[in-house]
């Protein structure tokens, strides 16, 4: 009997405008069930995705939102625009903005990546090519990564188990693994990269998960599971029609998750690969935003004039994969790869 799991919605919000393109954030502290939405358009608001009630909210004229993230470390929240950082701060039923920061040098190019490490006073934000490396403890400093990428950074990520160690990823076909500001590890692929996270457990701590766009002359995209450490590539199948835009491995529970640009959300068991279940968000049009719930079985979408956060659960009735007899001996071909991988490491470990 397999593994099979269900998804379904828990919190919709529809925003004023049809137009509008949300990013979203789930709060890490799991005393706050806190889903952050920031749109394009000058929306930034905080919504308790449990009971539905908007938490606090601000206006932000005249700035067009990139991206949003929760700074657990210090109460903030913090968006990206055009050209610069913002750092808001919930008080009562308002956000206030605290402080400006100038980030962008790229000549207009829109600061629409960033991650914030999840212990560290740490972020990186990427700008075009442009990759730089945040402290803000005692003061804004950064550093401009050097030897960066040749075309435009697509996505970064912060190590949840590694101090100091990012990723970041690009249509150049690359993927940098940064301690700090030195180049760890170049890795290559064969297509754009257009998603990148590290694994949130033990023996996934050298692994790291990323989504590719279709190769040449083929409609399916990829999804990758590299040992960075080694630079090796231990598993590669293909998954969705059209462009992936996330692919992670859930904090919470034994699955990863991927999306694609067409609203479609997939579920596999993380260690056979398997495809365990397939949820179609037709009310989510043009999913851009996927991003976990770090204590619990939630993950959060953002699309156009839609954010949502979606309920992952096991059922337990087994079967649930709708991949043809293909797919199927690429993820177990992909499975044996990663499980090796990680009972290696795990020996390793404890030697």
């Given at each position: 009997?397999?593994?099979?799991?269900?998804?379904?919605?828990?919190?919709?919000?529809?925003?004023?405008?049809?137009?509008?393109?949300?990013?979203?954030?789930?709060?890490?502290?799991?005393?706050?069930?806190?889903?952050?939405?920031?749109?394009?358009?000058?929306?930034?608001?905080?919504?308790?995705?449990?009971?539905?009630?908007?938490?606090?909210?601000?206006?932000?004229?005249?700035?067009?939102?990139?991206?949003?993230?929760?700074?657990?470390?210090?109460?903030?929240?913090?968006?990206?625009?055009?050209?610069?950082?913002?750092?808001?701060?919930?008080?009562?039923?308002?956000?206030?903005?605290?402080?400006?920061?100038?980030?962008?040098?790229?000549?207009?190019?829109?600061?629409?990546?960033?991650?914030?490490?999840?212990?560290?006073?740490?972020?990186?934000?990427?700008?075009?090519?442009?990759?730089?490396?945040?402290?803000?403890?005692?003061?804004?400093?950064?550093?401009?990564?050097?030897?960066?990428?040749?075309?435009?950074?697509?996505?970064?990520?912060?190590?949840?188990?590694?101090?100091?160690?990012?990723?970041?990823?690009?249509?150049?076909?690359?993927?940098?693994?940064?301690?700090?500001?030195?180049?760890?590890?170049?890795?290559r692929c064969r297509n754009k990269v257009?998603?990148?996270?590290?694994?949130?457990?033990?023996?996934?701590?050298?692994?790291?998960?990323?989504?590719?766009?279709?190769?040449?002359?083929?409609?399916?995209?990829?999804?990758?599971?590299?040992?960075?450490?080694?630079?090796?590539?231990?598993?590669?199948?293909?998954?969705?029609?059209?462009?992936?835009?996330?692919?992670?491995?859930?904090?919470?529970?034994?699955?990863?998750?991927?999306?694609?640009?067409?609203?479609?959300i997939k579920v596999w068991n993380e260690?056979?690969?398997?495809?365990?279940?397939?949820?179609?968000?037709?009310?989510?049009?043009?999913?851009?935003?996927?991003?976990?719930?770090?204590?619990s079985n939630f993950i959060a979408a953002?699309?156009?004039?839609?954010?949502?956060?979606?309920?992952?659960?096991?059922?337990?009735?087994?079967?649930?994969?709708?991949?043809?007899?293909?797919?199927?001996?690429?993820?177990?071909?992909?499975?044996?790869?990663?499980?090796?991988?990680?009972?290696?490491?795990?020996?390793?470990?404890?030697?």
């Amino acid at each position: 009997m397999g593994e099979d799991c269900e998804l379904s919605t828990k919190f919709r919000h529809d925003g004023a405008s049809s137009t509008e393109d949300y990013s979203v954030d789930i709060h890490p502290v799991a005393s706050k069930p806190f889903l952050l939405v920031a749109g394009d358009e000058g929306t930034l608001q905080v919504w308790d995705y449990e009971t539905g009630e908007l938490v606090a909210s601000c206006s932000i004229p005249r700035k067009r939102v990139a991206r949003a993230k929760f700074v657990p470390q210090e109460h903030w929240a913090i968006l990206t625009d055009q050209d610069s950082i913002h750092v808001y701060e919930q008080r009562g039923d308002r956000l206030v903005e605290i402080k400006t920061i100038c980030a962008n040098n790229a000549g207009g190019t829109v600061t629409w990546k960033f991650a914030v490490h999840p212990l560290l006073p740490m972020m990186l934000t990427a700008a075009g090519t442009d990759v730089k490396l945040w402290s803000w403890s005692p003061k804004w400093d950064h550093i401009c990564l050097k030897n960066c990428h040749t075309d435009l950074v697509t996505d970064v990520a912060a190590h949840p188990l590694e101090a100091g160690t990012f990723a970041s990823c690009s249509v150049d076909m690359t993927i940098k693994v940064w301690s700090q500001e030195t180049n760890l590890k170049t890795l290559r692929c064969r297509n754009k990269v257009m998603s990148v996270q590290f694994g949130w457990k033990a023996w996934q701590k050298p692994l790291l998960f990323a989504s590719a766009h279709p190769p040449l002359g083929s409609s399916v995209g990829e999804l990758l599971i590299w040992d960075y450490k080694k630079g090796n590539c231990i598993a590669t199948f293909g998954s969705h029609p059209g462009t992936p835009r996330a692919f992670f491995p859930h904090p919470a529970m034994p699955y990863l998750v991927s999306a694609d640009n067409q609203s479609n959300i997939k579920v596999w068991n993380e260690t056979s690969c398997k495809m365990v279940s397939s949820f179609s968000v037709r009310y989510l049009r043009d999913l851009h935003c996927l991003v976990p719930c770090r204590h619990s079985n939630f993950i959060a979408a953002g699309g156009r004039g839609t954010a949502a956060v979606i309920e992952v659960e096991r059922t337990g009735k087994g079967g649930g994969s709708d991949s043809d007899d293909d797919d199927d001996d690429v993820a177990s071909a992909a499975a044996k790869a990663v499980v090796a991988a990680a009972l290696l490491r795990m020996l390793s470990l404890s030697n």
